[in-house]
């Protein structure tokens, strides 16, 4: 009876915590205990230096702001369906020449919607509560220092509470919501559309409704230009779909619309696809077959294809969007990486943090609007 | 000096064996003593007892048993002599006659002290010795009694290389001390006797009778009876007490005492029964014998038809054997019990030391070093308890206090910290503390004897040295080790069970306290908290 009794307990308290967040925590690593070498892993700095120093015992560490100007983020992938009402922990060595601040960015846009002076204190627990408005998507946290004070950060903890816990706060609300935001009613959207996304959704949404900037099922829905898809800018928010200007996208871009793209071919898989040069064989000249271009697979997303895709048979001169594609083995064009899941243009995986403690791979996916050599 | 078993003189008689002879007894107790002594307590019932001895075992007609309690010495004189006229008498009519007289009360080493009066030592024997008897038997219980014959400058025997067969005749004098000229005499309340009467008495009743002829000579009463007074006495306060014979006899007959094949009723010892017996009177509620019988011969003991309890101690067994009408011990028949301890008449103990094993549970302390653990996301599901091991050794120097130490480990619940969005990596933080304490205990027993005294409760203190290790083993996979010292202080209660041969079983509830581990932010925790144990025991 007894285990019964604490399993249903434990289960209880698993499922209230169901959600973007890990066990009801919304930060990782949230006793600065995961270092890659000299770096914290889970936490960028963005500006000044950080040391890895002892907290209540030699192997337990804390984060040690050094300089006169520093500042740690992290964002957070939790959004509106987790809740409405947060709870912010934090335990530090805070010298009363120290200038600490926690910066809360609803939705990680770069707008500080609350900021907190952290007393002075030595390793007392301290809390902060505060309310959001629903919908929203991810918070960043910043914890930022000015002064030679010393300042140990130990534990930071934000989690997911009761919404009756911010009853009487005013919540904060990061304004209209941007276009690729979940949403459920035209109103909360800035653009003032909230449609379903012909794009698969983000990992911690629970709806198929974006903000958009256009109907892309209406051709002149944007009039001169076209409805198509901007670059991906979040991790926690879906790629935008706004109007772009028409045949703009070189060989092998994300697209949703054939006018996207310069070659005027949007190879698609339902809706979301990559400009390309070809759809069918019989666009192609010469015997050569309509294929996919390179080997990285795009998933969901389509694959860009050209005539004589991947077996080495463009000749010289010719579209191409790999390597593999040229008979000369070599495709001059623009490198396009992107953050794995999330699609955010990238040059290195440092660019890719989020949501884990190893950076996301920031994977090459194609050339852009290359010829073969 | 305390107590005095003064004289007795007595004619032992083949009563039934020869009716030319005529029997007579003085049997004198006497509880109140002299200026500066204290009255005894069973110097009349001692007096009793050998008077009914007498009359059972000892061919004596009721009415020549003269029992004399708390004379004065006139009145003293005047029992002698009337016997001394009745056996003038029996001379006139062609008969001889034998006296027995017994004394049992307070003297010195001149006198008997008859409450505030005094019959002097030296006036008693020459008007025992002078009776017309053929042979007087003088027993004397009282301190220094062996004084008696040193009036007449005759040494006490030694010890057993007496050889009656040899000296003894079957007329003259016998006078049987209690003790030598310097020694006290004393009496048990346990026994609810004098050690030596006691012990005289079962020796006649049969526990003396060596050849087993079923009659008991003076030579076997004196020889058991010395013997078994110097056991009992050797480990009193007081000391030994040696029991003196002096004789002056004539002829080479022997000189029974009593007659124990006459009696109607036995208790016999098997010959493969060892260990030491007591025979209860269940109705009168006294001791009627005590003795340890050795294996190799049975020993058959006189006692007057009624019910009886024999106890048998072997070791750390005592076996109680219910008797209606006399009959041989069965100890397979007998109720067995482990034996508890207690105080034997020495002071010492019975099983002085104590090692018990202890296996204990309990919630662990919360304070600020626990709330920090928390504080910093460590966490210690489903209040898993702290548990640990103890060895307890204890000697008992009062019957209710015990001292020893203690050493023992707790080990305190692991407390664990999941790294957010580590997946599988945490961190583990394992602590336990030592502690190395003196203790004192308080022990009492729920009865002297019976099933109670099975049983007791305990309560306890301690002081020591605690000593607190933790272990953390990071999210790298590091382990960082750390000791601390402290002091450590604790109590408790507890109920203990005795089984029997030393083993038991404890059942104890504990509060520990040891402010020991300490962490780098300042905060100490003190170990410890409520504590619940169960013990097993050894006493030796």
Redesign the interface.
């Known amino acids: 009876m007894r285990s019964i009794i ?1 399993s249903s307990i434990v289960l209880v308290a698993a499922l209230a915590q169901l959600g973007s967040t ?2 009801g ?1 919304a ?5 600065f ?3 890659c070498g000299e770096e914290l892993c ?1 936490w960028k700095v963005e500006r000044g230096a950080v040391m890895r120093v ?8 804390a984060v040690e702001l050094v300089g006169s100007d520093v500042a740690i983020e992290q964002l957070s992938p939790v959004n509106g369906s987790d809740g409405s009402c947060m709870r912010f ?1 934090l ?1 530090a ?1 805070v010298q009363d020449t120290a200038d600490v601040v926690l910066n809360v960015d609803v939705e990680g846009d770069g707008t500080v919607e609350m900021s907190e002076r952290l007393p002075t204190s ?2 007392q ?1 301290l809390t902060f509560t505060f309310a959001l408005v629903q919908p929203y998507d991810g918070v960043r946290f910043e914890i930022a220092k000015r002064g030679l004070g010393e300042a140990v950060v ?2 930071i ?1 934000a989690k997911i509470i009761a919404s009756g816990d911010c009853t009487g706060l005013t919540p904060l609300d990061p304004g209209p919501r941007r276009n690729g935001s979940y949403c459920f009613a035209n109103a909360e959207c800035a653009s003032g559309a909230c449609m379903e996304s012909p794009l698969p959704q983000p990992e911690n949404y629970s709806v198929a409704r974006t903000c958009v900037g256009c109907d892309h099922t209406v051709a002149s829905s944007c009039g001169a230009q076209v409805c198509g898809l901007a670059d991906a800018f979040s991790p926690v928010f879906s790629v935008p779909v706004e109007c772009v200007a028409p045949a703009a996208k070189p060989l092998g871009d994300a697209c949703i619309a054939d006018a996207e793209c310069a070659t005027n071919i949007c190879n698609r898989v339902g809706d979301y696809g990559s400009c390309s040069t070809c759809t069918s064989d019989g666009q192609c000249s010469g015997g050569q077959r309509c294929l996919p271009s390179g080997t990285v697979m795009l998933v969901p997303r389509a694959m860009p294809q050209v005539c004589g895709g991947g077996q080495h048979l463009v000749a010289s001169g010719a579209p191409c969007a790999s390597n593999d594609d040229c008979v000369s083995g070599l495709c001059n064009g623009t490198v396009r990486s992107q953050c794995a899941g999330d699609g955010r243009p990238c040059v290195t995986a440092a660019e890719c943090t989020f ?3 190893q950076n996301r791979a920031c994977n090459t996916v194609g050339i852009q609007g290359g010829t073969c050599q | 000096m305390r107590k005095l078993l003064v004289a007795l003189a007595c004619l032992v008689g083949t009563a039934h064996a020869d009716d030319a002879i005529a029997t007579y007894a003085i049997v004198v107790g006497s509880n109140v003593g002299g200026a500066g002594q204290t009255d005894l307590r069973y110097a009349e019932d001692d007096a009793r007892r050998v008077g009914q001895l007498l009359v059972e075992l000892g061919g004596y007609a009721k009415e020549r048993v003269d029992v004399v309690v708390h004379p004065t010495p006139e009145q003293l004189r005047a029992r002698i002599n009337a016997v001394a006229d009745k056996i003038n008498a029996d001379l006139a009519a062609g008969r001889h006659s034998r006296v027995f007289f017994y004394y049992s009360g307070h003297a010195r080493a001149s006198a008997l002290d008859l409450g505030s009066d005094q019959l002097a030592l030296a006036e008693l024997r020459q008007r025992l010795f002078q009776l017309p008897s053929k042979l007087t038997v003088v027993v004397l219980d009282a301190c220094q009694s062996g004084a008696f014959s040193r009036i007449k400058g005759a040494q006490p025997a030694a010890d057993f290389s007496f050889n009656s067969r040899q000296q003894l005749d079957a007329s003259g004098v016998a006078v049987l001390a209690s003790s030598s000229g310097s020694e006290l005499s004393q009496e048990s309340e346990q026994l609810r006797s004098s050690y030596f009467t006691h012990h005289l008495l079962i020796g006649l009743r049969g526990a003396s009778d060596v050849n087993r002829d079923g009659m008991v000579t003076i030579d076997e009463a004196y020889r058991y009876a010395y013997h078994q007074t110097l056991l009992a006495t050797a480990e009193t306060a007081v000391g030994g007490q040696h029991v003196s014979l002096e004789v002056d006899l004539k002829g080479h007959g022997e000189v029974p005492l009593s007659y124990p094949r006459a009696a109607t009723t036995h208790i016999e010892l098997p010959a493969n029964l060892e260990g030491k017996t007591l025979v209860e009177d269940k109705r009168s509620r006294t001791v009627v014998a005590e003795t340890y019988k050795a294996k190799g011969a049975a020993v058959r003991i006189a006692v007057a038809p009624g019910e009886y309890r024999v106890l048998v101690r072997r070791g750390t067994t005592l076996s109680r054997c219910e008797v209606a009408s006399g009959g041989t011990i069965d100890l397979d028949r007998c109720k067995s019990e482990a034996i508890t301890a207690g105080t034997t008449k020495g002071g010492g103990f019975e099983r002085p030391m104590r090692i018990e094993l202890s296996m204990f549970a309990g919630n662990e302390r919360h304070d600020d070093y626990t709330d920090n653990l928390y504080a910093f996301g460590y966490r210690n599901y489903f209040s898993e308890p702290s548990a640990g091991l103890e060895v307890l050794a204890l000697r008992r120097y009062l019957r209710w206090l015990s001292l020893g130490g203690v050493a023992g480990v707790t080990v305190m619940p692991t407390w664990k910290k999941e790294i957010t969005g580590g997946g599988d990596l945490s961190q583990e933080f394992d602590w336990s503390q030592w502690r190395l304490a003196f203790v004192g205990r308080a022990e009492q027993w729920m009865a002297a004897t019976g099933f109670g005294s099975h049983f007791s409760i305990y309560g306890q203190l301690m002081a020591g040295l605690g000593i607190g290790t933790t272990s953390l083993r990071n999210a790298e996979g590091m382990t960082f080790r750390d000791t601390h010292v402290g002091p450590a202080f604790g109590g408790g209660l507890g109920l203990h069970v005795d089984f029997g041969r030393g083993i038991g079983a404890s059942l104890g509830y504990s509060y520990d306290y040891a402010p020991v581990i300490k962490d780098l932010i300042g905060n100490t925790h003190a170990g410890g908290g409520h504590r619940f144990g169960l013990s097993v025991t050894y006493s030796f």
């Open positions: 604490g890990d066990c925590q930060i990782r690593d949230d006793g205990d995961l270092w889970a002892a907290s209540w015992n030699k192997g337990d560490y922990t335990i060595n030595h390793w627990p130990a534990n903890g949501d884990g403690l």
